[in-house]
């Protein structure tokens, strides 16, 4: 029975669960039908049919979901959260002079605490409403991005951002790691909240840096969230500034590990393929950003076949438009198959692990996160397939990754609390709070406007 010890139990029973297994489970079933999992506090306890779950637990809540998938929570491998306040502001132009000519000198001017709370809380309120509970964000004053995480709820590790040059938050890479460092000292006690160390790009960082910060990820046990080979141009520079491209030059500086997480990648031959896997390297895919700046399409199902861990990520706003995972996997698997040849490249349950457990492992969360199993923190989501857009349901997973949105989801818990119900935030203060910070969009608008038109 319930005490103050041991909190009431909950079940929440869906038509169809899909656990998520290890790739190294061949003989997981895709997926359970009319399951409950039970959950105690913050984790899973078991996952019952539903009768017996019922006749275990007759005093637990029980949260009915006829017609809906229960999934692992997605995980964000990669985005620049507080850049939801440049959404739009440099369409169609490629990456450099995107960089260079719109988002770093609007940064210049705008960034600051202020900037990156309102940002992130826009941010995470849209990833939370489409199902993504984890987050891997890289940006400056990490502690403003902490604060909407942890008031809306959503998990999230925080990259200890590096680069060499000068902005409004460090002044050189010793600086940026120093308050890396201290802030993650002090959040050492949050369960919702990790770290990252995150030197920017092979391009912003130099050698001694990123050799400090290799021996730092061993010391510390801490992923390497770092920009990689996302164009042609960048290896082209890498090779005529350091004389090999810039994955062999990261490998020699110490980076190329188990704890690397290689954002985009796009741009890889084999020996940069052999180099990820040998290393057990990840990466974090992120086709939309990719696309939108005319980067190219990594070649993920190559990967796939080399047994490199790969995850989804959205990017930023400004480089996407849309923090969806779930629109980001189904484009990476419709990728896949489209450049392999091969219509079962990243199939349906791939692409579900890509942006639940493999991410979860990129990240070091996976003992934590990323399936539905006894121990495990209750990061869940529920998706609705009875649509009539969605009927019939031959395989729940398919659907999940090929016919469905963000739309359809319906309720999301974060450590078993929920966030989402019936399609909107859960908590009523946490609805006023992103309210209030759509209402101050225009004033981000205005200065956006004033520093565009160089009156600023």
């Known amino acids: 029975m319930p005490t103050d010890e041991f909190p009431c139990r909950m079940l929440i029973e869906a038509q169809w669960t899909a656990q998520v297994h290890a790739r190294t489970d061949p003989s997981a079933t895709r997926h359970l039908v009319d399951h409950a999992v039970v959950v105690e506090g913050t984790r899973i306890v078991e996952v019952l049919p539903v009768a017996e779950a019922r006749e275990r637990n007759p005093a637990a809540e029980r949260i009915a979901l006829p017609g809906h998938l229960l999934v692992p929570g997605f995980v964000n491998l990669h985005a620049h959260a507080a850049m939801a306040l440049l959404r739009g502001v440099g369409d169609d132009l490629p990456l450099s002079t995107w960089l260079r000519e719109r988002i770093w000198p609007l940064e210049s001017k705008l960034v600051d605490p202020h900037f990156v709370r309102d940002g992130s809380t826009l941010a995470f309120a849209e990833m939370l409403l489409g199902g993504t509970t984890c987050v891997n964000d890289m940006y400056f004053y990490p502690e403003a991005a902490i604060d909407a995480a942890l008031a809306l709820g959503i998990r999230s590790a925080h990259g200890i951002i590096v680069v060499d040059f000068p902005t409004v938050y460090a002044n050189d890479p010793a600086e940026y790691l120093r308050k890396g460092l201290a802030l993650r000292d002090r959040m050492r006690d949050e369960a919702l909240v990790s770290f990252c160390l995150a030197p920017h790009a092979p391009y912003t960082v130099a050698d001694h840096a990123l050799r400090e910060i290799a021996t730092l990820s061993r010391e510390i046990g801490l992923p390497i969230h770092i920009h990689v080979h996302e164009t042609s141009e960048?290896?082209?520079?890498?090779?005529?500034?350091?004389?090999?491209?810039?994955?062999?030059?990261?490998?020699?500086?110490?980076?190329?590990?188990?704890?690397?997480?290689?954002?985009?990648?796009?741009?890889?031959?084999?020996?940069?393929?052999?180099?990820?896997?040998?290393?057990?390297?990840?990466v974090a895919h992120c086709p939309h950003s990719n696309?939108?700046?005319?980067?190219?399409?990594?070649?993920?199902?190559?990967?796939?076949?080399?047994?490199?861990?790969?995850?989804?990520?959205?990017?930023?706003?400004?480089?996407?438009?849309?923090?969806?995972?779930?629109?980001?996997?189904?484009?990476?698997?419709?990728?896949?198959?489209?450049?392999?040849?091969?219509?079962?490249?990243?199939?349906?349950?791939?692409?579900?692990?890509?942006?639940?457990?493999?991410?979860?492992?990129?990240?070091?969360?996976?003992?934590?996160?990323?399936?539905?199993?006894?121990?495990?923190?209750?990061?869940?989501?529920?998706?609705?397939?009875?649509?009539?857009?969605?009927?019939?349901?031959?395989?729940?997973?398919?659907?999940?990754?090929?016919?469905?949105?963000?739309?359809?989801?319906?309720?999301?818990?974060?450590?078993?609390?929920?966030?989402?119900?019936?399609?909107?935030?859960?908590?009523?203060?946490?609805?006023?709070?992103?309210?209030e910070v759509v209402g101050r969009t225009g004033v981000w608008q205005n200065r956006v406007g004033e520093i565009l038109s160089g009156r600023v």
């Open 291 to 435: 696309a939108r700046l005319a980067c190219g399409i990594a070649p993920t199902a190559r990967m796939h076949e080399m047994g490199i861990r790969v995850g989804i990520g959205t990017d930023s706003s400004a480089s996407n438009n849309r923090l969806d995972v779930l629109g980001e996997a189904r484009t990476a698997s419709l990728l896949a198959k489209a450049t392999s040849g091969r219509a079962d490249a990243w199939c349906a349950e791939r692409t579900l692990r890509a942006m639940t457990l493999d991410a979860a492992a990129a990240l070091g969360l996976d003992a934590q996160i990323g399936s539905i199993e006894p121990g495990k923190q209750a990061d869940l989501v529920a998706v609705d397939l009875r649509g009539a857009e969605l009927s019939p349901v031959y395989d729940p997973i398919s659907h999940l990754i090929y016919a469905c949105g963000r739309e359809h989801v319906t309720d999301v818990w974060v450590a078993g609390k929920p966030v989402v119900r019936t399609r909107q935030l859960a908590d009523e203060e946490v609805r006023y709070a992103v309210r």
């Open 234 to 282: 960048e290896i082209a520079e890498g090779i005529a500034q350091h004389g090999k491209r810039p994955l062999a030059r990261l490998d020699a500086l110490g980076l190329v590990g188990p704890e690397m997480i290689a954002v985009h990648a796009v741009h890889l031959n084999e020996e940069d393929l052999h180099r990820l896997a040998a290393a057990g390297a990840s």
